[in-house]
């Protein structure tokens, strides 16, 4: 998009029409990103955020449920239990750090973390199971009446 020198009315009137369409193209595009109330809200939430191209973290609506309920449990949690005649900033630095920590915590997280919790419960029950003798047939005790 480099500039033409414009040197005579026919060029003039042709840089006006070019203005004119893309004015109207742009209109379209604004008129179809405010046209409802979620793509209004989702409008302004770019406005202010400040998220680069490389940024690795996730913002507070790009994430999944896991991750939304941690935002609001864990504070409350810490705060509640270990922190709970805490004094204002200590209680304000640990929403701040778990507030952060939140970005972390997601449903691939919480997923891998309960296979691995799932798979030593098992391991721990098969080792319990009574072992059965390879000659002996399982048959069940004789009922006494």
């Known amino acids: 998009m480099g500039f033409q020198q414009i040197n005579n009315i026919n060029d003039l009137q042709e840089e006006i029409s ?3 369409v893309i004015e109207n193209q ?3 595009a604004l008129i179809a990103r405010v046209n409802s109330p979620s793509a209004l809200f989702s409008t302004l939430l770019s406005l202010f955020s400040n998220k680069d191209e490389g940024e690795k973290q996730p913002g507070i609506f790009n994430q999944d449920f ?3 309920l941690s935002r609001i449990v864990v504070p409350l949690t810490l705060n509640k239990t270990l922190f709970k005649h805490s004094n204002f ?13 939140s970005n972390y915590i997601s449903e691939d997280s919480i997923g891998g973390l ?4 799932r798979s030593l419960f098992s391991k721990s029950v098969k080792s ?4 059965v003798r390879k000659g002996m ?3 069940p005790p004789p009922v006494v009446l």
Do not use: H, M, N, T
Not at 114 to 117: P, Q, S, T, V
């Open 114 to 117: 309960w296979g691995k919790i």
């Open 89 to 101: 900033l200590v209680k304000a630095l640990v929403g701040l750090v778990s507030q952060k920590a």
């Open 18 to 20: 070019r203005l004119r």
């Open 66 to 68: 896991f991750g939304l």
């Open 128 to 131: 319990k199971s009574p072992e």
């Open 26 to 28: 742009q209109s379209v």
């Open 137 to 139: 047939p399982a048959v």
